[in-house]
T-cell receptor
Framework: AQTVTQSQPEMSVQEAETVTLSCTYDTSESDYYLFWYKQPPSRQMILVIRQEAYKQQNATENRFSVNFQKAAKSFSLKISDSQLGDAAMYFCAYVYGTYKYIFGTGTRLKVLA | NAGVTQTPKFRVLKTGQSMTLLCAQDMNHEYMYWYRQDPGMGLRLIHYSVGEGTTAKGEVPDGYNVSRLKKQNFLLGLESAAPSQTSVYFC????????????FGSGTRLTVV
C-alpha cells in the first residue's frame, strides 16, 4: 500500500536560516507526482511545490526547493532564507492514478525571530 | 474570487444531531473530495466524486454520506453525529490528471459534544 511518512512532527528555524523538512513514501508505481502543501494558522491549504516523478531535475519555486531521490523514495523540502510567514504546518502528498492522494501527517514549522 | 467555498466555517453539534456541510466550486472542476484532518493523522479521504451524479468511498467513509447532484456542489452529511467526528473538514477539487494538484476550501471546524 502507498504510504507517506513525515518523521518530524515539529521543526524550528531561525529567521533567515535554511531548514529542510523530510518526507519519505512507499510505492510500487513508477509514474506519480509529489507535492508539498503549506497550512498556515488560517487553515487554508496552499500548494507550495510539485515534483513529477519522471523528471530528475529537482523542482524550485523561489525560496522553496526539493531534494527528490526517486530510488530512495525521498522528497524533502528546503526553505531558504526563512521568514516569519513561513511558520505553518507542512504536508507532503503523493498522488497516483488520476486523482488519488496520500498525505503525510505533517510537520509544524516554527520560525524564530 | 474563483475557488472552493465551504459553509459553515464552524459548527457545534450535539451527539445524535445531523447536519450537512456544503462545498461549492466555480472552477468547473470534475473531481471533488471531502477530507478530515485530525492531529497527528494528516488528511484522510472520506468520500470523493469524479463527476456529477457519482460518488465513491474513501479511506474513512463510515458515518458520512455525500451527494453530487450538481457539478459545482459536493455535500457531506452526518446523519447522527458522534464525538469521534469532531474534526476539521476540508473540501477540495481538481481537474482530471495530477499535475495541478488540489484547490482546497478553507475548512470547517466541527465539534460534537
Amino acid at each position: 500500500a502507498q504510504t507517506v511518512t513525515q518523521s518530524q512532527p515539529e521543526m524550528s528555524v531561525q529567521e533567515a536560516e535554511t531548514v529542510t523538512l523530510s518526507c519519505t513514501y512507499d510505492t510500487s508505481e513508477s509514474d506519480y507526482y509529489l507535492f508539498w502543501y503549506k497550512q498556515p494558522p488560517s487553515r487554508q491549504m496552499i500548494l507550495v511545490i510539485r515534483q513529477e516523478a519522471y523528471k530528475q531535475q529537482n523542482a524550485t519555486e523561489n525560496r522553496f526547493s526539493v531534494n527528490f531521490q526517486k530510488a530512495a523514495k525521498s522528497f524533502s523540502l528546503k526553505i531558504s532564507d526563512s521568514q516569519l510567514g513561513d511558520a505553518a504546518m507542512y504536508f507532503c502528498a503523493y498522488v497516483y492514478g488520476t486523482y488519488k492522494y496520500i498525505f503525510g501527517t505533517g510537520t509544524r514549522l516554527k520560525v524564530l525571530a | 474570487n474563483a475557488g472552493v467555498t465551504q459553509t459553515p466555517k464552524f459548527r457545534v453539534l450535539k451527539t445524535g444531531q445531523s447536519m450537512t456541510l456544503l462545498c461549492a466550486q466555480d472552477m468547473n472542476h470534475e473531481y471533488m473530495y471531502w477530507y478530515r484532518q485530525d492531529p497527528g493523522m494528516g488528511l484522510r479521504l472520506i468520500h470523493y466524486s469524479v463527476g456529477e451524479g457519482t460518488t465513491a468511498k474513501g479511506e474513512v467513509p463510515d458515518g458520512y454520506n455525500v451527494s453530487r447532484l450538481k457539478k459545482q456542489n459536493f455535500l457531506l452529511g452526518l446523519e447522527s453525529a458522534a464525538p469521534s467526528q469532531t474534526s476539521v473538514y476540508f473540501c477540495a477539487s481538481s481537474i482530471p490528471g495530477r499535475r495541478r494538484g488540489y484547490t482546497f476550501g478553507s475548512g470547517t471546524r466541527l465539534t460534537v459534544v
